[in-house]
C-alpha cells in the first residue's frame, strides 16, 4: 500500500478531459488544490460534478491525468477509497434503513469491525445533530436530516479528504447553517480536506479558504476566499445628508492617518486605507457631523466580482488579450 | 478524551468523563475479505427483512416456514410418535424433498435475489460503494456469495434438517452417522448445484433492469414458461432431452442425479447448467465491471 505525501494536493488535474458525447465536460483542464478547503463554483455544465465523478473514480477521463491526495485517481482505486469521502447531492440512502445501520453498515464495508464501526457511527451522528433521531428509518427523515445523514457516512471512516456536492442543497435557512458551520469544523478543526461543489457563492465563502471556478471544462479562476490585506484596501462610504462638508472634515480628519478622499461620481467618497483607526474616524465624525452613514463596502472589487467575471467569460476574454498582446510583443521584437 | 473526577488520592474513580464529539478516527483498517464479509452478511439480512419492519419479514419467512415444514413433519412424526418405527428418510427422500421445495423455491428467488441489485440501483447507493467502499469485483462478489447464502438457506437448509433428524431419531444414532455421513457432501454439492443456478438467473435479471417489478417478471418469465417450451417439445419429439432445458426442474433433476448416483438428463443437462451459470457472471461482469453508477 503506497502512502501518498503528506502535503500532497488534494486534487491535481493536469490537462483532464472528458467528453459525453457532443458535450466537452472537461476540457484539458489543469489545476491543483492545495488549500485546506476549496469550493468548486461554475454554472451548470460547467464540469463540477463530472471533476468530482472522475476523482471518485465512478467515471473514467479520456485523457489528462486526475491525482488525489497524490494517489492516480485511475490506478490507485483502492487506496484512494479508503481515504475519501463522498457525499453525493441527490438521495443516495436506502429509505428503509435506519441511518445508524446505514453508517455502520457503510463502515464496515469501508473496513471498520463491528465495534469500531458501531462506536464511530455514534461519534459522526452525534456530531451531525442526528443523534436523538439515529434509529428512524432513513425514509421517514426531513430532507435536511437526510443531508447530515449523507454526510455522517462520509465520515464515518475518518477520511483524508471529503467530497461534498452542493451538501446545503434543498435545506432551510437553521439547517443550512449548521450544515455549513459543520462543513466549515472539518477542515479548520479537524484537519480533514474539503472540496464543496456549490452553486452559492456565500457558501464557498463561509466554508472554504479558496475558490476555483470552471467555465465549460476549463479553470476559469482560481482565488483565495481571504484576500491578504484586503481588510485595509480602499472603501466607499455613503452618507446623507450635508455630504460637501462632511467629505471637507473627513479629509482633514483622514490624512493625518494616511488616507486620501477622491468623490466618485455616483456621490459617494471613496478613501484609498480603509484601516481600522479610518473606519473609526469615519464613524465618529458622522455621529459628530450628524450625517448618516448609508454604506461603508470596500471599494475594490471583490471576490463576488471576480468569481461572476469568471463565469461569464470576462476574466478568460482579458486572458486572452493578454495572451494577444504578448505574441503581438514577440512579434515585434522578432 | 476523557477526565477523570475521584474521590480522594489513590481512590477509584467514581465517574468517567467522556468527550464524545467527533474527532478524527485512526485505526488500522481490516483486510479487505472483511468488508466483503460484511457486505454478504447484510446482502443476506435485507431480504429476509431482519432489521426491518415487521411487515418486511412476513413473505420470506412465510416462504421458509414452507420450504422447512416437509422435513420438519416428517422428522417429528418418530420423534413425537415412538410407536412409529420409521425413518425420516423413508418417508421423503432427499430427491422428493428437493421437487417438494421447487415452487417455494422459485418464488422465494423471485422475490428476493432480483432486487438485491435492482434495490441497490433504486436507492442510488452505488455511487457510494463503488467511490468509497468497494471495487466493482467485490460488490459483485459480494452480491454473488449473499445470493448463494440465501438460496442456501432454502434449499440446504431443509435437507440439513432431514439429515440430522434422520441421525436423531435412529436407534443407534452413531451407527446411523457413520453409515450416512457420506451422503452429506453430495447434500450440499446438490444444495450448490441448484442454488448456484438460481443465483445465476436471478442476479442476471436484476442486472439488466433498475426497476424491481422487470426483474421479478423477467426471472419468473424464463422459470415459467421455460418448462412449458421444454415439455412441449419433449411431447412434440418424444425425447427427454429437451426436459434439460427445463430451468424450473433442470437443476433439481441435476441434483437427484447427484443425489442418487444416477445419470440424469447427462451431459446436456450439465452444459446448459454450466452455460446458465457462466452467462450470469459475464451479464454481472459486463455490467459493472466499469465501477459506474449508471
Redesign the interface.
Given at each position: 500500500m503506497s502512502s501518498p505525501p503528506p502535503d500532497a494536493a488534494a486534487l491535481e488535474c493536469r490537462g483532464l478531459s472528458k467528453r459525453f458525447g457532443q458535450v466537452q465536460a472537461l476540457d484539458a483542464l489543469d489545476v491543483v488544490l492545495t488549500a485546506p478547503a476549496t469550493g468548486l463554483l461554475g454554472a451548470n455544465g460547467a464540469g463540477k460534478s463530472t471533476l468530482l465523478r472522475t476523482a471518485l473514480g465512478l467515471t473514467r477521463p479520456d485523457a489528462g491525468r486526475l491525482a488525489v491526495l497524490g494517489l492516480d485517481a485511475v490506478a490507485q482505486r483502492a487506496e484512494v477509497r479508503r481515504r475519501v469521502g463522498f457525499m453525493p447531492e441527490h438521495p443516495c440512502l436506502p429509505a428503509d434503513l435506519s441511518a445508524q445501520d446505514v453508517c455502520v453498515h457503510l463502515a464496515r464495508m469501508r473496513g471498520l469491525g463491528r465495534r469500531d464501526a458501531v462506536r464511530r457511527t455514534s461519534e459522526v451522528l452525534f456530531a451531525v445533530g442526528l443523534e436523538e433521531e439515529r434509529r428512524r428509518p432513513v425514509g421517514s427523515y426531513s430532507l435536511g436530516m437526510q443531508q447530515r445523514t449523507k454526510l455522517a457516512q462520509a465520515l464515518v471512516h475518518g477520511p483524508d479528504l471529503v467530497l461534498l456536492d452542493e451538501p446545503t442543497s434543498g435545506l432551510d435557512p437553521a439547517g443550512r447553517e449548521e450544515m455549513l458551520r459543520i462543513v466549515r469544523r472539518l477542515s479548520t478543526e479537524l484537519g480533514i480536506r474539503v472540496v464543496t461543489s456549490s452553486h452559492v457563492l456565500d457558501d464557498i465563502e463561509r466554508t472554504c479558504d479558496e475558490v476555483v471556478v470552471l467555465r465549460s471544462g476549463r479553470l476559469a479562476a482560481q482565488r483565495p476566499v481571504q484576500v491578504a490585506g484586503a481588510g485595509a484596501g480602499p472603501v466607499r462610504v455613503q452618507v446623507t445628508g450635508d455630504v460637501p462638508a462632511f467629505a471637507a472634515a473627513l479629509e482633514a480628519v483622514a490624512a493625518p492617518l494616511g488616507a486620501r478622499l477622491a468623490p466618485a461620481p455616483d456621490g459617494a467618497l471613496v478613501l484609498d486605507r480603509g484601516t481600522d483607526e479610518v473606519l473609526d474616524a469615519v464613524r465618529d465624525l458622522a455621529v459628530e457631523r450628524g450625517v448618516g452613514l448609508a454604506r461603508v463596502a470596500p471599494a475594490g472589487r471583490g471576490l463576488e466580482d471576480v468569481v461572476l467575471d469568471a463565469m461569464q467569460g470576462a476574466e478568460q476574454g482579458a486572458e486572452q488579450e493578454a495572451e494577444r498582446a504578448g505574441q503581438e510583443v514577440a512579434t515585434g521584437e522578432r | 478524551m476523557s477526565a477523570e473526577t475521584t474521590a480522594g488520592e489513590g481512590a477509584a474513580p467514581r465517574a468517567v468523563l467522556h468527550d464524545?464529539?467527533?474527532?478524527?478516527?485512526?485505526?488500522t483498517?481490516?483486510?479487505?475479505r472483511?468488508?466483503v464479509a460484511?457486505?454478504v452478511a447484510?446482502g443476506v439480512r435485507r431480504p429476509l427483512g431482519l432489521?426491518?419492519?415487521a411487515g418486511?419479514k412476513v413473505w420470506p419467512f412465510l416462504l421458509l416456514g414452507a420450504a422447512y415444514l416437509p422435513a420438519l413433519a416428517v422428522v417429528a412424526v418418530p420423534l413425537l410418535v415412538p410407536a412409529v418405527p420409521v425413518q425420516p428418510t423413508e418417508l421423503i427422500s432427499y430427491p422428493q424433498l428437493l421437487a417438494t421445495n421447487a415452487v417455494v423455491l422459485l418464488a422465494f428467488t423471485a422475490t428476493s435475489v432480483p432486487s438485491m441489485l435492482t434495490?441497490d440501483r433504486r436507492?442510488?447507493?452505488l455511487?457510494?460503494?463503488?467511490?468509497?467502499?468497494?471495487?466493482w469485483l467485490e460488490y459483485v462478489t459480494g452480491v454473488v456469495l449473499a445470493a448463494l447464502a440465501l438460496l442456501a438457506i432454502i434449499v440446504l437448509g431443509p435437507m440439513l434438517v432431514l439429515f440430522v433428524g434422520s441421525v436423531a431419531t435412529a436407534d443407534e444414532p452413531l451407527r446411523w452417522l457413520g453409515d450416512t455421513a457420506g451422503e452429506l457432501p453430495r447434500i450440499v454439492a446438490a444444495a450448490a448445484l441448484v442454488a448456484a443456478f438460481h443465483a445465476a438467473l436471478g442476479l442476471a435479471a436484476g442486472s439488466l433492469t433498475s426497476r424491481r417489478v422487470f426483474a421479478v417478471g423477467g426471472y419468473l418469465a424464463v422459470v415459467l414458461v421455460g418448462p412449458a417450451l421444454a415439455n412441449l417439445l419433449a411431447a412434440v419429439t418424444g425425447e427427454e432431452w429437451p426436459l434439460a432445458f427445463d430451468p424450473a426442474t433442470g437443476p433439481v433433476r441435476l441434483a437427484t442425479s447427484v443425489l442418487d448416483g444416477t445419470a440424469g438428463t447427462g451431459a446436456l443437462g450439465w452444459a446448459v447448467w454450466a452455460a446458465v451459470v457462466v452467462a450470469g457472471c459475464a451479464v454481472l461482469a459486463l455490467k459493472y465491471g466499469?465501477?459506474?453508477?449508471a
Open positions: - | 464524545i464529539r467527533y474527532s478524527r478516527w485512526s485505526g483498517l481490516r483486510p479487505r472483511s468488508a460484511a457486505f447484510s432489521r426491518r419492519s418486511a434495490r436507492d442510488r447507493v455511487s457510494l460503494y463503488f467511490a468509497t467502499a468497494l471495487s466499469r465501477g459506474s453508477d
